[in-house]
């Protein structure tokens, strides 16, 4: 099997937006839910097909362990594997690992100026020089817009692709901004060239697409997630 | 014999290196009044720990052999495995968590949660082992328990909470507060021995107050009758949070955390109570066993001592009296004179002695049951083994062994030394099975292998003291493997005629990659062309071939054999002759078969100071390292990679020069990779020159 062909039905794949990132990067993206509702799934899958792109990853977690987010990876790729042939899956699989490097922060220790220095770290010895970032479990309620915005400049600074942001809706809160971005991130929405909420709807679960430039598919559209693995569902 | 399994614990004493956990245990023997005098681990007294039973530990401080003891305490009797602190000793950690029912965290509450707490932790939760910590050391400069305490929680992920607060720390060390009956306890008597209960000072307690409350609504999560006095603000009964206390634990979802000084005599007999009162029997705790007559389908053992015996051999010693078994028993029972069948062999054989150990001595008993952790002489067995009394067949799961990883040259310095060398490594691979070992052919040296430098470093020790046979020593050798990555056929005729019988025998085929084993072999012939006789032969032949690939001159694995055709002579086809056309065929098919070398890639975690992850990277990237990941908290860092082995040797003194000695590092195997072109080639090269100068 391809490598190329490893997620078919990937996030990014799905909205038609590998090709912008691969040729000229996407700018800043948002995954949106409800706490325990599988944004870092969502994120995984987005990580997975850059690593299969042969981009470098840089994957940070805040206020997760290690363990924990490299047992994220492991799950997806298991869920993946099922169907596969088991050789070539596994050598596909070794062969884009070292495209991934973990970093976890406390809540309380993350900033932008420490994971630049972290950043510079890597860059500068020529050990890691990451092309996509994910961040989850960036406290939105704590940052403002300059916070965000500075992360812009970051990504232009380090020439990355990509950064996807995972962040946490919660039910009593009906905030929204007039594109429909829903609280802690409705007054921050114009920084984000993506913005995906993951919504239960009866015993399915959506992924719907709030804000899509140049997506290849319009916004409003929900693509159905399988809850049981929050993979898309094939077809 | 015990008949009441819930008065059993089998336990294992598990930390980081000098967390005192040998000195714990020296402890724990001498109030359950199994030893009458107390020796230091380094103790100026030239004697020792009583469970540091080999000259060696006593003088490097570190238990390097485990050493199983039996003690009692309140009515209950506890089977103790005291494990070691190194990594390179994870075998001996790794059987004894198979073993047990449950287990004390020992860690130092100056060092806190280190870098082989964690790997011990991990093997712990791999086997499900439930566990309480003992945080010792209170009396050290820098001690504290709560650091530590907060460090299980976030560096672990266990759900720990202290069940004691210290009275006074450091120098000022002189007690212990339980939050459960909140009292304070007192250890009086010249050494500890008198157990007082006080009232709590009244400087602790606002403290203590806020402590059981932290406790209390942690551990009401496992229980419904507790949360619901909590609620109503009534008297809460200690033996309902004992209670919530031991489901949690067992649940592996709670770890009572008890503090104290085993050096200086504090608070080890509450340990031992909770020990009691939390930690599993063995009926508690779910093992499995293969049944052998039904595919090896899992099934549960029974604990019963009504029921047919299982039990399983876990360690093997070589002592004065012959070799000693260390088993544990799942189901059924076992007496003097019983015949006992090796599931593994099918051979019978008769238990003549069974006793209990406590170190390197022994106490004879009749018979034990169920749960029960006892050594059998005379027994011939392999670690592993499992043993019935035939009415079933069965094993029990079998151990994670890992493959060793690095070897060297041991050359005797006399002919008295190769005879002793020759016993001490019979006796050593007997009882470690990932110590090996094995005569290099062409260079005739002998070869050691295992998990690391300090691991081969002991057993090299060990012959010289144990064995007197002095021994010099090669420079550690990285174990790499070869291995083919294509389909290729092979044709060939192995013809000789040198007067008298000649030799004639074809075989052909293809070889092709094996990821699921190390080697098969396919027997596709059809119609005769090789008699059935020699099929066997061309295995041989092709098995022979394994041991040395034509790369590097390291084992081959991974490889199908198959054979598809050949041809014989009536006269002059032989076994030998079908086994050399087989080499020869290999030979034909391994280079077609484009062969690669792989190395030993150790996972790597290097603990420091933040203000040094920077250097600890760079350094880890020179190794041809690959970096997982980092992990930062507070102010140290954690970074874990993928090394090469080969990368590895004298990476201590690097970092410690890199860091101003105040970062470590712990390794383990972790997989074969491919090497790099030019490491593949630099080795080829070398293989070579060695090869041509004989």
């Given amino acids: 099997m391809g490598k190329k062909n490893l997620v078919m039905n990937n996030p990014l794949r799905v909205l038609g937006l590998e090709k912008k990132v691969q040729e000229k990067g996407a700018g800043m993206g948002l ?37 924990k987010t490299r047992a994220w990876y492991d799950d997806i790729l298991a869920l993946m594997a099922v169907g596969e042939k088991s050789e070539s899956f596994h050598s596909t699989v070794a062969e884009i690992m070292p495209n991934r490097m973990i970093m976890t922060f406390k809540e309380a220790g993350f900033n932008q100026a420490k994971l630049e220095e972290r950043l510079d770290d890597l860059v500068q010895q020529n050990i890691y020089k990451p092309v996509c970032l994910i961040i989850d479990g960036y406290d939105f309620s704590a940052g403002n817009h300059a916070d965000l915005e500075e992360f812009k400049e970051f990504m232009v600074r380090h020439g990355l692709k990509m950064i996807w942001f995972s962040a946490t809706t919660h039910r009593d ?30 015993e399915a679960v959506n992924l719907k697409i709030i804000k899509c430039n140049n997506c290849a598919v319009d916004p409003g559209t929900s693509l159905t997630l399988d809850p049981s693995t929050m993979l898309i569902q094939k077809g | 014999m015990s008949v009441d399994l819930n008065k059993v614990r089998n336990i294992g004493i598990s930390a980081h290196i000098d967390s005192g956990k040998t000195t714990l245990t020296e402890r724990i023997l001498f109030y359950t009044d199994r030893i009458h005098a107390i020796h230091d681990v380094r103790g100026k007294d030239g004697v020792g720990a009583k469970m540091d039973s080999m000259e060696l530990e006593r003088e490097r401080g570190i238990t390097i052999q485990s050493a199983a003891t039996f003690c009692n305490w309140k009515g209950n009797d506890i089977n103790i495995i005291d494990t070691p602190g190194h990594v390179d000793f994870t075998i001996e950690v790794e059987r004894a968590l198979r073993v047990l029912d449950g287990a004390v965290l020992v860690l130092c509450s100056v060092g806190g949660v280190q870098s082989q707490s964690i790997t011990v932790n991990r093997q712990m939760t791999r086997y499900k082992v439930p566990r309480i910590a003992f945080i010792n050391k209170c009396d050290r400069t820098g001690a504290n328990p709560e650091r530590v305490t907060a460090q299980l929680r976030e560096k672990l992920a266990l759900n720990a909470h202290m069940v004691q607060v210290p009275i006074g720390l450091e120098n000022d060390l002189v007690g212990v507060v339980d939050l459960i009956t909140m009292k304070a306890l007192y250890f009086d008597g010249d050494n500890g021995e008198i157990v007082r209960e006080d009232v709590i000072p009244a400087d602790l307690q606002v403290k203590c107050a806020e402590k059981r409350e932290e406790l209390l609504e942690a551990v009401s999560m496992f229980s419904d009758e507790l949360m619901e006095v909590m609620l109503e603000e009534g008297e809460i009964n200690p033996a309902l949070i004992h209670a919530a206390v031991r489901k949690g634990t067992l649940a592996l979802e709670f770890t009572a955390v008890f503090v104290g000084s085993a ?29 052998l007559d039904n595919e090896e389908k899992e099934f549960k053992v029974t604990n019963d001592p009504a029921d047919p015996l299982i039990m399983l051999a876990f360690k093997l010693e070589d002592g004065r009296y012959g070799q000693l078994t260390y088993v544990r028993t799942y189901q059924g029972k076992v007496t003097k004179g019983d015949t006992i069948v090796n599931s593994r062999t099918g051979k019978k054989v008769k238990v003549g002695r069974l006793c209990r150990m406590h170190s390197d001595e022994m106490e004879d008993i009749d018979g034990c049951g169920s749960g029960d952790i006892v050594a059998l002489f005379g027994i011939d067995c392999a670690s592993g083994d499992t043993f019935t009394t035939g009415e079933i067949s069965c094993s029990m799961s079998s151990m994670h062994i890992p493959e060793p990883v690095i070897s060297l040259a041991i050359i005797p310095v006399d002919n008295k030394a190769q005879i002793n060398m020759s016993k001490a490594l019979n006796r050593f691979t007997k009882e470690d099975p990932t110590f090996r070992t094995f005569v290099d052919h062409e260079t005739s040296e002998t070869i050691i292998s295992g998990m690391g430098e300090l691991h081969l470093e002991v057993y090299v020790e060990r012959m010289k003291r144990e064995y007197n046979a002095e021994v010099t020593v090669g420079a550690p050798q990285v174990a790499y493997r070869e ?16 007067g008298g019988s000649g030799q004639f025998g074809r075989v052909a085929g293809y070889m092709e990659p094996y990821e699921e ?32 690939g034509s790369l590097c001159g390291s084992a081959v694995t991974g490889v199908r054999c198959v054979i598809n055709d050949g041809s014989y002579h009536t006269v002059d086809s032989s076994d030998v002759a079908f086994q050399l056309a087989a080499i020869g065929a290999f030979k034909e098919g391994y280079m077609k078969a484009k062969p690669v070398i792989m190395e030993p890639i150790m996972k790597v975690s290097v603990e420091g100071p933040t203000e040094f992850q920077g250097s600890i990277m760079g350094s880890i990237n020179q190794r041809r390292g690959m970096i997982i990941g980092t992990m930062e908290e507070g102010n140290y860092t954690v970074v874990e990679a993928d090394v090469p082995l080969s990368e590895m040797f004298g990476y201590s003194t690097i970092l410690r020069s890199l860091t101003q000695g105040k970062a470590e590092f712990t390794m383990e195997f972790s997989a074969f990779r491919q090497v790099p072109k030019g490491v593949n080639d630099e080795l080829i090269k070398k293989y070579q020159a060695e090869k041509k100068n004989g």
């Fill in chain 2, 483 to 498: 291995t083919i990555t294509a389909r290729a056929e092979f044709n060939y005729t192995h013809k000789k005629q040198t």
């Fill in chain 1, 173 to 202: 809160d009906d905030r929204r901004s007039a594109a429909g971005v829903p609280a802690p991130c409705h007054e921050i929405d114009d920084l984000f060239d993506v913005v995906l909420l993951i919504a239960p709807k009866d």
């Fill in chain 1, 31 to 67: 995954v949106m839910a409800s706490a325990g509702l599988g944004k870092t799934a969502i994120l995984v899958q987005i990580a997975l097909d850059s690593m299969l792109w042969g981009d470098k990853v840089l994957h940070v977690s805040i206020g997760e362990g290690f363990d």
């Fill in chain 2, 517 to 548: 084993g190390e080697y098969e072999f396919v027997d596709a012939i059809v119609g005769g062309v090789i008699p059935r006789e020699f099929i066997s032969s061309c295995d041989k032949g092709f098995q022979k071939s394994l041991v040395k």
């Fill in chain 2, 263 to 291: 050096y200086k005599n504090k608070a080890v007999q509450p340990m031992l109570d909770g020990v009691n009162a939390y930690l599993p029997c063995p009926t508690d705790v779910e093992n499995m066993a293969l049944d």
